[in-house]
């Protein structure tokens, strides 16, 4: 019975922690984010202010408008698309944080889909 109280316990203390999130650090400053394309690292670098994020990746630049729904969640939206697929929004979540960085999660607007990534912040702005 004591076990059983135990990992009950154990369990009811697990479920409630919340993971940092200092979202606020974020808003701004410069970014590195790795993925992998085709079995490639590749990494993009991407400037962000309160309004407007600039992507550097693969010899292009992207601009894209920045609004913020709340502390922690943000739409993207290509500023300049080239073609039907950079015209749909991107929602961003940031779902926790660490002194240099943040994990998140993303997808298009609507879509149920959604894809976790990691960002490393190389500077403030």
């Not at 990992?7 to 970014?31: A, M, W």
């Not at 407007?52 to 990746?57: C, D, G, L, T, V």
């Amino acid at each position: 019975m004591n076990r059983i109280a135990a990992l009950l316990s154990l369990f009811l203390i697990s479920s409630c922690f919340n993971p940092e999130r200092n979202c606020k650090d974020f808003k701004t400053g410069t970014y590195e984010f790795e993925s992998f394309i085709n079995g490639e690292l590749v990494t993009s670098r991407f400037i962000r202010n309160d309004s407007i994020e600039i992507e550097k990746f693969m010899g292009n630049t992207d601009t894209s408008s920045v609004r913020w729904i709340n502390e922690c969640e943000y739409i993207l939206k290509n500023m300049n698309p080239d073609g039907m697929a950079e015209e749909k929004a991107i929602h961003i979540k940031i779902l926790s944080t660490t002194k240099n960085g943040y994990t998140f999660e993303y997808g298009q607007v609507g879509d149920a889909k959604k894809v976790k990534g990691k960002v490393q912040k190389v500077s403030k702005n």
